[in-house]
Structure formats: structure tokens, C-alpha cells
């Protein structure tokens, strides 16, 4: 396991103060890739700088996107965090299953806004979602508080070098830029095809379909496999009256 592997996303970060405080979190415990997602605030300032206390060196190496995709294409597994449960067929975790994750592969937490957390679109990106255990009555948890937690959590399991469940080495996991080129395809095929005829219900049938694909942990064969299956379907007219029946 490496601390390299790891990065902490935050999404729309609201205040500086925050952004700098979770820089200042990742340093106390080894770790320096911070990713933001259309922070609100200009990035960097001299806010975030005066409050990361130390930790300048993992500001100046942030990475910045306007977007989620773009974020997350690189990553093997994207682990959400949120305060509620969702109702989403999505595989929950909580703080104590963090010890099953290969962390020798590519692995992010993305983190929501202090206002409004993470939206159902931005969780069926994920391939599982967390949730830290609190007082059930006051759920809501600072967001510098939020990652600093995860982040000690997983200092001490990569420092204990703790076993993992891998899969055999001939089998290369999909990458997440791989299964986001599959599920755009197949959404693309059934825009085509004018699948989605009832528009207001589209954004959640299309969070659904991106759900399955990120919680089926496939290999790059079933990626290639998978990709060349639903662009023959689409060729035939026939992944519409697939996924009508199912």
C-alpha cells in the first residue's frame, strides 16, 4: 500500500478556511493529493494558504477541475462519503470495511459541499459510498472534520501494511476513464435510439445506468467486451428493447 495511490476530492468547497484546513489534515497524515472540483472560492488565496499552517507545498500541488468526470477518470475505485443513507442499489460501507479496499490501486474519497454534501449524480460515480457513524440527531460533520478521520484511518492501516483482498495479477482491473468511456457509450447508443423519451426522468435513469457500471469493479476484458457488445446492439436497433424489458 502507498500513500501516493490516495487522493482526496473535494467538491465545491464553499470556504477557504475549510480547503486550507483539509490541506493541513492530508500533511499531518502523509498525504499530498488534494483534488478540488469548482471550488467557490479563488484557489489559491492567501486564506487557504495562512489556514493549511505549513502544508503550502500540498496547495501548490492541488489539482483543480470545473467538473466530476474529468476528476475521477483516472481513478480505480471512488469511495463517497455522506451523512445519509441513500436509496441507491450502491454498495455501502462503513469506517471499519476500509481495511478490505486494495489500496495498491488507485483510490480517491470525494468529500461534498459544507452546504448541500453530494448529490445523487455525483454519488453514481462512486463504486461505494461511507458513511462516518454519528450522533443520530446531529449528522452533519465539519467538513475538514469529515477527512481528517478517513485520512487517519487509512495512515494506520498503509503504516500497519495490513492484507488485502487482490485479485490474481493476470487480471487487470478497469481503469475508471475505461468505464466511464463504456457507460458514455451506452448512454450515447440509447440517446441515439431516443430511449429516454420521458426527459424529466432522464438525469436519474442515467444516474442508475452510471451506478451499475462503477459498483461492478470489471476488468479491462469486460470493459472491451462490454463496449463492443452495446455498439453492436445499437448498429441492430435492439439495446433500446434490452433495457425496455429489463
Not at 487522493?7 to 484546513?21: D, R, T, V, W
Request: hydrophobic share 40%; proline share 3%.
Amino acid at each position: 500500500m502507498s500513500f501516493s495511490n490516495i487522493s482526496f476530492i473535494l467538491h465545491k468547497p464553499q470556504l477557504s478556511e475549510n480547503i486550507g484546513a483539509c490541506a493541513r489534515a492530508l500533511k499531518n497524515f502523509n498525504f499530498n493529493k488534494l483534488i478540488l472540483i469548482n471550488p467557490k472560492p479563488i484557489f489559491p488565496n492567501d486564506k487557504i494558504i495562512a489556514t493549511s499552517v505549513g502544508a503550502k507545498d500540498v496547495i501548490k500541488k492541488s489539482k483543480v477541475y470545473d467538473d466530476i468526470e474529468p476528476a475521477v477518470k483516472n481513478i480505480d475505485y471512488l469511495i463517497a462519503t455522506t451523512s445519509r443513507f441513500r436509496n441507491k442499489n450502491l454498495k455501502h460501507i462503513q469506517l471499519n470495511d476500509l481495511k478490505k479496499i486494495d489500496f495498491n490501486k488507485r483510490v480517491a474519497f470525494i468529500f461534498g459541499s459544507e452546504a448541500s454534501g453530494l448529490s445523487n449524480n455525483e454519488i453514481s460515480y462512486a463504486n461505494y459510498s461511507l458513511q462516518i457513524p454519528t450522533n443520530s440527531k446531529f449528522k452533519s460533520l465539519n467538513l475538514s472534520h469529515s477527512l481528517i478521520i478517513v485520512a487517519q484511518i487509512i495512515f494506520n492501516l498503509i503504516n500497519t501494511s495490513f492484507k488485502t483482498y487482490t485479485k490474481s495479477k493476470k487480471i487487470k482491473s478497469a481503469t475508471k476513464k475505461q468505464v466511464q468511456a463504456m457507460a458514455n457509450l451506452c448512454i450515447k447508443n440509447l440517446e441515439d435510439q431516443n430511449f429516454f423519451k420521458q426527459t424529466e426522468k432522464k438525469p436519474i435513469m442515467i444516474e442508475n445506468l452510471r451506478s451499475i457500471f462503477y459498483k461492478m469493479d470489471l476488468s479491462e476484458k469486460e470493459t472491451r467486451i462490454l463496449s463492443s457488445v452495446f455498439a453492436s446492439l445499437a448498429k441492430k436497433g435492439w439495446l433500446t428493447k434490452i433495457c425496455v424489458s429489463l
